[in-house]
């Protein structure tokens, strides 16, 4: 529940404003107080009388509210907030926070705030996929600006692509990890080896839609993930868990980013760069189906089976890996095998172009897939490790602690 805590909510110039009004009563139905900002575009999509009438509070729209500004009101206001929310988030929004201008409410809220700022970005992909955006994202990823979203889908334009907002029940899950992580801290600062680090996690399995009640998957229960992230916030750092429908919960205390296909979590991955580290435990799909239908496939009576079509999905590991810029100093693959595990691991690590692949066998009779144990084995560039079978969160904690050792080992 968010009982007493104070949302800046920052409502901003995009059809997905419409979106606001659902998020206001799921966030007050917790327990929430709000404190609404609507920009001058968000205006055009939302009216004052509808948010305020939600929010219960007056709508605040005015940087020279003479009233307020005697007392400095905005500076005020950024101050009061717990937390700083911006639905939707814009191109122009995001650029503005970028380089730190203030010429309106919201932007000077967000400039003026010592508090955590959550964003969920809203646009056209052709928007989101240029190269002035993403330099503004690496910026704010770096100023520590916490991300919800957005994913793939259809747009209000008409496209398909990255750039659709997430739902407000994602961005209410997005708001409740921004408050587990900031009172995971002492003094406002993590504390720990991995303190300060920023780390990526991929979890789970991928769901690849054949129609829409079938789908291409596998038998990840997301546990390993899970437990790696967890493990890794209790040794101080950030956590970003990149997560297809797990069967296992994500841990509080990290920013949970929840995608379906193989292609949403890439995208997801790409955006929540720059990091320390990289961790690939995802069960990602190889192929996706790309005859898909709108509506659900029936049998035909004639005893003729439909025929899909497939194409390999993206190698998310791999494109990490050989990246030129913003590699992760760290990057991290999982190779789960059936047969001939430590050469198949070896080989997949040289050909992803890996630092380290952690293997294990998932053979029916491990009963390791979708287990609460495991068995893994280490390969990097100093040789193998083989570890004995202990719980998932024990083999969490083993790699964690390993993980900072040699963070700690490279800057020393």
């Known amino acids: ?24 009563r799921m966030l007050r139905a917790q327990g929430a107080h709000i404190t609404p900002v609507l920009t001058r575009a968000g205006a055009e999509f939302v009216t004052p009388l509808t948010i305020s009438t939600l929010a219960g ?34 191109a122009d929004l995001m650029a503005k926070m970028a380089q730190g201008l203030a010429n309106d409410l919201a932007s000077t809220l967000l400039l003026a705030t010592d508090k955590r700022v959550l964003i969920a970005p809203a646009m056209n992909v052709r928007m989101w996929d240029h190269p002035a955006t993403q330099r503004n994202i690496a910026q704010l990823r770096l100023d520590g600006v916490l991300f919800a979203g957005p994913v793939d889908g259809d747009m209000a334009c008409g496209e398909f692509g990255p750039g659709r907002m997430v739902e407000p029940r994602d961005i209410v899950a997005a708001i409740h990890a921004a408050f587990d992580d900031t009172t995971s801290c002492e003094g406002g600062a993590r504390v720990g080896p991995l303190a ?9 399995p991928t769901h690849e839609p054949i129609d829409p009640v079938r789908y291409i998957a596998n038998r990840s229960s997301g546990g390993q993930g899970a437990a790696l992230a967890a493990a890794l916030r209790d040794l101080g750092a950030r956590v970003s868990f990149i997560t297809g429908p797990a069967q296992v919960p994500p841990p509080s205390g990290v920013t949970v980013i929840p995608v379906q296909t193989a292609r949403e979590m890439q995208a997801a991955v790409d955006q929540a760069l720059p990091a320390d580290v ?19 496939m029936k049998k035909t009576g004639d005893g003729q089976m439909p025929a899909l079509e497939f194409a390999e999905n993206p190698d998310i590991l791999a494109q990490i890996a ?84 040699t963070l700690n080992k490279k800057e020393n």
């Open 1 to 24: 529940m968010l009982s007493g805590k104070r949302i800046a909510l920052i409502i901003g110039g995009g059809i997905a404003a419409f979106k606001t009004p659902e998020l206001i």
């Open 57 to 90: 509070e007056q709508v605040h729209e005015d940087l020279f509210d003479l009233t307020r500004e005697t007392e400095i009101g905005h500076i005020q206001m950024s101050r009061d907030a717990d937390l700083l929310v911006v639905v939707p988030a814009t």
């Open 196 to 204: 300060g680090r920023h780390i990526v996690v991929t979890s789970g």
């Open 278 to 296: 990289a961790i690939f435990a995802a069960a990602v799909a190889d192929w996706h189906v790309t005859n898909a239908t709108a509506q659900k």
């Open 322 to 405: 050989h990246r030129t810029q913003m590699r992760p100093p760290l990057v991290i693959g999982f190779a789960a095998e059936t047969e001939n595990l430590h050469a198949n691991a070896t080989a997949k690590r040289a050909r992803k172009g890996c630092d380290w692949i952690i293997a294990n066998d998932v053979s029916a009779d491990t009963g390791i897939m979708g287990g609460t144990e495991n068995a893994v084995t280490i390969i990097d560039d100093a040789g193998t490790e083989r570890w004995a079978r202990m719980s998932k969160a024990d083999v969490a904690e083993a790699i964690a602690l390993r993980i900072a050792a």
